[in-house]
């Protein structure tokens, strides 16, 4: 069995190559093509859509009212450009509006503190808060943190590691012997374990922790998620319910650190504006250009809409957003009658489990079993570097020729893998490979997106690579204009997985409900 996928991988790979040799200069040979591309260049709306989006509006958090305003922001535009959208109905969500943080240290000398409120969490009711500072204490279990517990009484309490280095593993690599870099490694790796041990024995989860706390009568948690990074921490949302959570930049918390720890008794103040607005409605915006030939077969442009607040959601997901916006402008532009029908959705709540795309195929099984194929883009900002087949047996075969009619500099950095394996998470397109029907990642060139743009307090509009997303913008039309015009009907065909450690083949992924009621307990 293993040789014979591997002949057939290798088969597949040699298919591919055969397709682009064989392909001299497609652009030429399609004026619609040769027409994308100039509309592309020389009109772009990429960066006044990127101030619009990120700018104007800020991050998407699910349930806020930017995430409406950007829902109806994009629905205006769409009409604006003749194409026919809308803002669907899914579900519900804790309706939650972030104000200003203000965090200062004030004792033992003064100075404003660099970090932000938790999405979801509590403010503290336009007044200031002021009070010592304490780290979690290491205990021996249990029973001796419930015995230290009452202590955290009026205190902000202190519940991540103080990192040993702000430099990030390059810097050190640079710059550092050898000996240096190892022994810092060695240090950190020893006093990460340390930690989760200290965690460990207070006898709560993460999860858990904070509630403790908030139940003790803590004045607020203090946290720093650093996203090894300079200046970069990763801000997600709160479990609190009755006190702020706050994150701390690495440099400010490692400060707060140390004079707690060495007897100085730093006191903080705090103020975190927040507002809750009571149970959201959450939306998808659709978008459609109706097929002339074949109106009930669907080629779909797919990019998550929501994001997390701690910066503006640029590169996750707003550069997907502007690719798949920019995208649908065009063809409406230069390709306005399309073959079959085609859709562009913007999901909500993607963060919180792709639950926008997965209430979509759950709704709508009459387009899911119609679709030609989803192209989906969400990774980042960079330029679309591979391509999977994502299991399907014979997506080689059609994908390669709907690549080929894609300008040499946009196609040729593309590495595609065929059959591929099904996605089962992290980005929408799961969603629809889940229920059987062809959708794809344009996975992107990295840009440091793990350690500084996703879900960081920098994923703002300047790390935005305009020329990397108009590239992208091109290519996703180009292929949403060759799956609609394509005489064929994709094949659904699954090709056979691999084989698990205890020789099985391996299942291919479920349909999953999404959550249509969130952060409501």
Not at 199 to 211: F, Q, V, W
Not at 449 to 478: E, M, P
Not at 486 to 492: A, C, F, I, L
Request: proline share 6%; with cysteine.
């Amino acid at each position: 069995m293993k040789k014979i996928y591997l002949l057939l991988t290798l088969c597949l790979s040699s298919q591919t190559t055969l397709v682009f040799a064989q392909s001299k200069d497609p652009v030429r040979k399609d004026p619609v093509v040769e027409s994308i591309v100039k509309e592309a260049t020389d009109n772009s709306q990429l960066e006044k859509l990127g101030h619009e989006l990120m700018d104007v509006i800020g991050p998407r958090l699910v349930g806020s009212p930017q995430m409406q305003q950007a829902h109806d922001w994009a629905v205006a535009k769409y009409k604006d450009w003749g194409i026919s959208a809308k803002n669907e109905k899914w579900g519900e969500w804790r309706g939650w509006e972030r104000g200003v943080s203000h965090i200062d240290m004030v004792a033992p000398r003064v100075k404003s503190l660099e970090g932000m409120q938790l999405a979801w969490s509590p403010g503290t009711n336009g007044k200031t808060v002021t009070a010592d500072v304490v780290i979690l204490p290491d205990v021996a279990d249990s029973v001796a943190f419930q015995k230290w517990l009452p202590s955290a009484k009026g205190k902000f309490v202190l519940i991540s590691m103080n990192q040993p280095t702000g430099r990030p593993d390059y810097n050190w690599q640079e710059f550092a012997t050898k000996e240096s870099f190892d022994k810092m490694k060695k240090d950190r790796d020893v006093q990460t374990e340390a930690w989760a041990n200290r965690l460990k024995k207070t006898g709560y989860s993460s999860r858990a922790l904070p509630l403790a706390l908030e139940k003790a009568g803590a004045a607020g948690v203090v946290m720093s998620y650093w996203s090894k990074g300079f200046g970069a921490n990763k801000i997600f949302g709160a479990y609190t319910k009755a006190i702020p959570t706050v994150d701390i930049s690495l440099e400010d918390y490692g400060l707060l650190y140390r004079l707690a720890e060495s007897g100085h008794t730093p006191k903080i103040s705090v103020r975190a504006d927040a507002k809750e607005t009571g149970i959201s409605q959450t939306f998808n915006t659709v978008g459609e250009i109706k097929g002339t030939e074949k109106p009930n077969e669907y080629v779909i442009l797919s990019a998550h809409f929501d994001s997390w607040d701690g910066g503006s959601g640029a590169t996750d997901n707003g550069t997907g957003t502007l690719v798949m916006m920019e995208a649908m402008r065009i063809l409406k532009k230069i390709y306005p009658n399309p073959k079959r029908t085609i859709l562009v959705g913007h999901w909500g709540s993607e963060e919180q489990g792709l639950n926008g795309s997965r209430a979509f195929v759950e709704d709508h099984p009459e387009i899911v079993q119609n679709i030609q194929a989803v192209f989906n883009q969400d990774n980042g900002t960079g330029r679309v570097v591979n391509l999977s087949g994502q299991g399907f047996l014979n997506a080689y075969e059609y994908l390669t020729r709907w690549l080929s009619k894609v300008p040499e500099p946009i196609r040729t950095p593309i590495q595609t893998s065929f059959p591929g394996a099904p996605g089962t998470g992290g980005s929408d397109f799961a969603s629809f490979v889940a229920a059987g029907a062809p959708a794809f990642s344009l996975s992107s060139l990295n840009w440091s997106y793990g350690t500084y743009t996703w879900h960081t307090n920098r994923d703002t509009y300047d790390k935005i690579v305009f020329d990397d997303v108009r590239s992208n913008a091109i290519l996703a039309a180009i292929l949403a204009y060759q799956a609609s015009e394509d005489p064929t009907k994709t094949s659904r065909d699954k090709s056979i997985l691999p084989l698990d450690a205890k020789g099985v083949p391996g299942a291919w992924p479920e349909p999953r409900k999404p959550t249509r009621r969130g952060g409501l307990d």
